[in-house]
């Protein structure tokens, strides 16, 4: 029986092979673009458990291209991008990003969301030649160019992440003298910090961690376990809702410790909603890294127009929507940079060699050539204030590489003003 | 339904088995036509098609094994999903770590990993299987509920072996001919050459940087601040200096966001650096970049073909399984386990048989899947799956082959129909973006109130009424 | 040592919720001997209408009124619409069914409130209690989640053993035919039990959102761990629910506190498994079963 299905297996190999010799003619133009029309895709939760905060980020970005649109596109051309629902499902996001690139006929993908599920799709991209923008996950997995030439992340991985909070708490002294403890998601979260706070050289007095949707119920045994250990400062690698019970739970437990959180799990906008009127005191204090001009910053040129664009849509003002808008501006900006005659190796040509023109409300370097495709480089620190904004702590920032080794350093660096009205 | 009908059916069957040879070269028979005209289906249609494709012929062999455990031997599983995980894990894992060992002279290993999922599923299977027989109803939903949950989350336990949350990505083996990814990246890296303004003076050390890619980066460059290259305000025009009337507020989107600058300059020049035009290596081969790959090779035909093999191979299996006497056994069983014990029957190993061969289909279904999304991590595999499994063979029809493959085509068609029918209709986002849920939720329910024996019981039962007989839309 | 006490009251207390839920599933089993997947759905649903009432009118008691007669009402409404026309053919197609309701309601509170998690004021403090120096992972909150647990099971086990309409109920279950031919209104005991379960699921909802927080997929792992509790308890046992259900919840917690909490669901199944193994029916099952 086995056998018999081997040998099945290798004659249907051979009928297979035959079936193949029909070959498809090639196409003239990159699939997506027509004189007037840019077709883009993304694959995102917009329902189920991981849908909170990310939902609203395909909807800014939509409002973004909209308005451009409403002023002439882009190289005289209209961007529509198509959303697909993969509830950060990797078999849905197979299958949506099969339909986005056979159905809708995209010319790139833009903002796909989640390392697990965009892993079932980077090679196929890759294989096609289809450009892959702005991976959205602190996955340091993505950024390799050699063997994704057409995949480009955007914001820090956790690594790098990880990287600057060893490195601003080993400088600050006051930070330096107390005792840190980790506290971590099992899964990717875990194993990216612990890589890169074992390369900047961080170690810690005690660590737990949690399992993804633990956070049902209080974090009792794990708040036991910091608190026992006597820590006075706790690195938090988690999800929002993870960072809602963390802090409720602490609180009632009368452990107050200083609290350094992941840029991905502090959103006060969720956090708000879990914690009601108590956000503000709960979340005063706390450090958190961030690499985009604080949002509460309306003196900001990048601040205040995306603002008004979120509020001319009826957008909440949160860090999803800005997140969106800022990708999708960066994008429209390397559409444009890639030239009249748009193609697929254009964009990645212009992606590669002409991203540090492109204005954003980053405020750290970015890094996109041949060599590396790592997006943001690094990070300031900030700190929440009462009105549960983060409040730019540092006028320097801090940048690093995912590799797993070589800590983060200091630099400063000035970011350019946007564009004439935010257009490309 | 009987015993003595079994019996006698069973003594039927043993007349059949006499000329074993015909019945198995008949299920041969109609199993290579209908595998000959999937194939060229599958060469004639839009590749969106064929991707489809794959993915009905992938469930349908789970399926097989749900019509035999769930609809022969009336076991109820939830748990098929992390059954068909088991396989997938056992193909990436061997295919990744023995890809260039040959096994009795055969290298396309592809098979031989299929072979090892086939065998960790008939392990796990027996596992289980020993663990079920010894359950009944909601105990054994439980048990094979823990086990949907549990077994993606043994993932997260062993994050170097099994790739935790992120699961692990694989390079399919294509049969020969065929297009494997590592040739696109080898493409690329002769293209990598010096041209990068910002690496030093020309030492290429990728090759060494293979371990860890990052390696090579060099963040110094930013230690001084911000250098020549690297400084945006270096590139920046005068008129890029943002005066009031040049930001973006609210009273510009009075007029729907047209800022009315498109009729003075529809097309706008672009502020492309004609170098860039002139040819820049920017290390992508565009030669290996189009839509139809190297040799004419559709990658979803080729996925939909292996699929549809495998599916075909199992569904020979399947029939000579549930026609013969063993079909009858666990017919017996679930009908009426004191009669078939009296008849020399063991009720427990038929019910550990049927999970075995269910697990056994369900873990090749499992490295089909892997092969198609060319990845394996538990969210793929998770309880969703496992109920979406259920949800097929009870909507499809339970005790036949036919409602199994009824019931894959509807686990891959229902999302699409709910998608249309709910599709861009301008309502707020909450509402659009749940109403697909709502619809499959209820479309679900309704089903299950209007065709209580699935598609196949139900047209089964109609049939059987206009020819004047009575009979149960479950059996 | 104060840790290990400090993890078997914290694991006391995300144990009563779980006990909670398991309580609906067993009220489910014995009035239809059908296990109710849909429950954590209806539960959801209803503790966002107490949501609504308590943001509303801050008044949590009636919050918790309003959520009861909701879930009462939800779970009458199920039963007709969807058990009652399925009931008795086909137990895999009730399962299916009630997984049909579980994504519907999920969608419809997600169209209704939107997808982001929400807190629940609790009535209490929820701040740890100071006691002998220290500050204990046990608030007032929860003694009186622990109160109401008990009262529940108090309360449905003497309604099932000492009421006649208990009485009923429990023959409608076991052997409905002999049920009817007894005189006894067996579709009104299925729906009353339909019912019972839906309010007690609808309190636990509202017990647990405090401590947990609210959106349309927050009680999903509470059902697999539910579902687990009152598996091994046996079905038909409230005290074998509310137990095992505290049970699950020291073992999560006594696993993430001494090993790391990847370990607690791989535990949770051996465990599982384990006691499936020894005890087929549940460790609490009265009645042997037919075996063969």
């Known amino acids: 029986m086995r056998f018999k299905f081997a040998t099945g297996s290798v004659a249907l190999g051979t009928a297979a092979a035959l079936a193949f010799a029909t070959a498809i003619p090639a196409q003239a133009a990159d699939p997506g673009v027509t004189s007037n029309k840019i077709v883009i895709g993304t694959t995102t939760p917009l329902t189920g458990p991981a849908a909170p905060g990310y939902k609203d980020i395909p909807v800014a970005a939509k409002a973004y291209f909209d308005y451009v649109n409403a002023n002439g596109g882009i190289n005289g051309r209209k961007v529509d991008l198509r959303v697909f629902d993969d509830q950060y499902n990797p078999a849905l996001a197979k299958k949506g990003t099969s339909q986005l690139i056979l159905r809708d006929k995209i010319f790139a993908m833009y903002g796909a969301l989640g390392t697990p599920t965009h892993s079932a799709v980077v090679q196929d991209l890759n294989r096609r030649g289809i450009p892959d923008i702005f991976v959205n996950t602190g996955g340091a997995s993505f950024d390799n160019p050699k063997k994704y030439p057409m995949t480009f992340p955007y914001f820090p991985s956790y690594i790098v992440e990880s990287k600057v909070m060893g490195y601003y708490m080993a400088n600050d002294p006051a930070l330096n003298a107390k005792k840190k403890c980790l506290f971590y998601q099992d899964g990717e979260f875990g194993d990216n910090a612990k890589v890169g706070f074992a390369a900047a050289g961080t170690t810690f007095a005690a660590t737990t961690s949690y399992f993804s949707g633990q956070q049902v119920a209080p974090f009792s045994a794990q708040i036991t376990k910091l608190k026992s250990a006597g820590c006075e400062l706790v690195v938090f690698f988690g999800v929002t809702s993870a960072t809602a019970q963390l802090l409720g739970t602490a609180a009632r437990s009368g452990f107050a410790p200083t609290w350094m959180i992941t840029s991905v799990g502090t959103d006060p906008s969720v956090l708000k909603g879990s914690l009601g009127a108590s956000t503000g005191a709960l979340m005063k204090g706390i450090y958190v890294p961030n690499f985009l001009v604080p949002a509460q910053d309306v003196g900001n040129a990048y601040v205040s127009q995306m603002k008004a664009l979120a509020s001319a849509n009826g957008l909440e003002w949160n860090f999803y929507t800005y997140y969106g808008i800022n990708t999708a501006y960066v994008l429209a900006q390397a559409l444009k940079a890639a030239g009249k005659d748009l193609t697929r190796e254009g964009l990645v040509n212009a992606m590669q060699t002409q991203s540090q023109n492109f204005r954003s409300a980053a405020v750290v370097p970015f890094i996109i050539n041949q060599k590396s495709h790592q997006g943001a480089t690094g990070y300031y620190m900030a700190q929440y204030n009462a009105n549960t904004d983060a409040e730019r702590l540092t006028d320097y920032v801090m940048v690093a590489t995912s590799s797993s080794s070589g800590t983060a350093r200091k630099i400063t660096f000035r970011p350019a003003p946007p564009t004439k009205k935010l257009l490309p | 339904m009987s015993l003595l009908t079994d019996v006698k059916n069973m003594s039927n069957a043993q007349k059949l088995r006499t000329f074993p040879g015909n019945r198995i070269v008949w299920h041969a028979v109609i199993v290579g036509v209908v595998w000959l005209l999937l194939l060229l289906l599958n060469n004639n249609i839009d590749p969106l098609y064929s991707s489809y494709l794959a993915l009905v012929a992938m469930y349908a062999t789970a399926m097989f094994g749900m019509t035999i455990l769930v609809g022969l031997s009336g076991q109820v599983s939830l748990g098929n999903g992390a059954l068909m995980a088991v396989g997938g894990y056992v193909f990436a894992l061997t295919s990744m770590n023995w890809q260039t060992v040959p096994i009795f002279g055969w290298e396309w290993n592809a098979v031989w990993s299929m072979v090892f999922a086939g065998l960790g599923g008939i392990l796990i299977g027996g596992i289980v299987g020993g663990l079920a027989a010894r359950l009944k109803g909601p105990y054994l939903a439980g048990l094979t509920l823990g086990l949907a949950v549990g077994v993606p989350a043994i993932t997260n336990r062993f994050p170097e072996l099994l790739g935790g949350e992120n699961g692990l990505m694989l390079t399919v083996p294509y049969p020969a001919g065929g297009y494997a990814a590592s040739e696109i990246a080898a493409g690329t890296e002769s293209g990598a050459e010096t041209s990068d303004p910002n690496s030093d003076a020309g030492s290429d050390t990728g090759a060494a940087a293979g371990e860890d890619q990052y390696a090579e980066l060099d963040l110094s460059e930013f230690d001084q601040g911000v250098d020549a290259s690297t400084d945006p305000n270096a590139t920046l025009a005068s008129e890029d200096l943002l005066t009031e009337g040049d930001l973006l507020t609210l009273d510009d989107f009075s007029n729907g966001g047209d800022l009315g600058l498109e009729s003075a300059d529809p097309v706008v020049e672009p502020s492309v650096d004609p170098s860039v035009d002139a040819g820049v290596d920017t290390g992508v081969d565009p030669s290996g970049i189009t839509d139809s790959f190297d040799g004419g090779f559709i990658i ?176 | 040592m104060t840790n290990f006490i400090d993890f078997l009251l914290g694991g006391f207390s995300s144990g009563a919720v779980i006990a909670l839920m398991a309580l609906a599933l067993v009220m489910v089993w014995r009035s239809t001997r059908m296990v109710n997947f849909a429950q954590v759905g209806q539960a959801m649903f209803t503790t966002y209408i107490a949501l609504t009432v308590q943001q509303s009118t801050g008044n949590w008691l009636l919050a918790l009124a309003v959520a009861m007669v909701a879930g009462l009402i939800l779970g009458i409404v199920v039963f007709f619409l969807v058990i009652r026309p399925v009931k008795n053919s086909d137990t895999t197609g009730a399962i299916i069914a009630t997984f049909g309701v579980l994504i519907a309601l999920q969608a419809g509170a ?121 598996v091994i308890g046996g079905l038909d046992s409230l005290i074998g629910a509310v137990t095992f259900g505290i049970g699950t919840g020291l073992v999560i917690s006594l696993v993430s506190g001494y090993t790391d909490a990847s370990n607690a669901p791989v535990v949770a199944l051996a465990l599982l498994a384990l006691n499936l193994l020894l005890k087929p029916d549940g460790v609490f099952s009265h009645h042997g079963s037919r075996s063969v």
Do not use: H
Request: glycine content about 12%.
């Open chain 2, 300 to 475: 979803e035909q080729w996925q939909a073909s292996m699929a549809i093999a495998v599916a075909c191979l199992v569904a020979f299996a399947a029939l000579n399984l549930i026609r013969g006497r063993q079909g009858r056994v666990w017919k017996a069983v679930r009908d009426d386990p004191i009669a078939a014990a009296v008849v020399g029957i063991s009720p427990s190993g038929s019910k550990v048989s049927a999970f075995v061969v269910s697990s056994l289909f369900a873990a090749l279904a499992g490295a089909v899947f892997a092969q198609i999304l060319s990845f394996v991590g538990p969210g793929a595999f998770g309880l969703g799956l496992s109920l979406s499994l259920l949800v097929g063979i009870v909507l499809g029809g339970r005790s036949s082959l036919l409602g199994a493959i009824l019931g894959a085509l509807i686990i891959v068609w229902l999302p699409e129909l709910v998608n249309g029918l709910s599709g861009e209709r301008g309502w707020p986002d909450q509402i659009t973006n749940n109403a697909p849920n709502l619809l499959y939720g209820l479309l679900v329910v309704a089903v299950v109130l209007a065709a209580p024996g699935g598609i196949t019981g139900t047209v089964r039962s109609w049939i059987d009424r206009a020819r004047g007989k009575s009979r149960s839309p479950l059996s």
């Open chain 3, 110 to 230: 997600g169209m209704i409130w939107g997808g982001d998690p929400e807190g629940f004021i609790p009535p209490v403090s929820n701040a740890g209690l100071e006691f002998a120096g220290r500050i204990w992972p046990v608030s007032l909150y929860d003694i009186l989640v622990w109160i109401v647990t008990a009262a529940l099971v108090i309360g449905l086990t003497l309604l099932f053993t000492k009421t006649s309409l208990g009485l009923s109920m429990r023959a409608s279950a076991f052997n409905p035919e002999v049920a009817r031919l007894s005189g006894v209104r067996v579709n009104r005991m299925l729906i009353t039990g339909w019912a019972i379960a839906g309010a007690t699921g609808a309190v636990g909802g509202v017990l647990i959102a405090p401590v947990s927080t609210i959106s349309p997929n927050s009680f999903d792992i509470l059902l697999v761990f539910a579902f687990t509790a009152a």
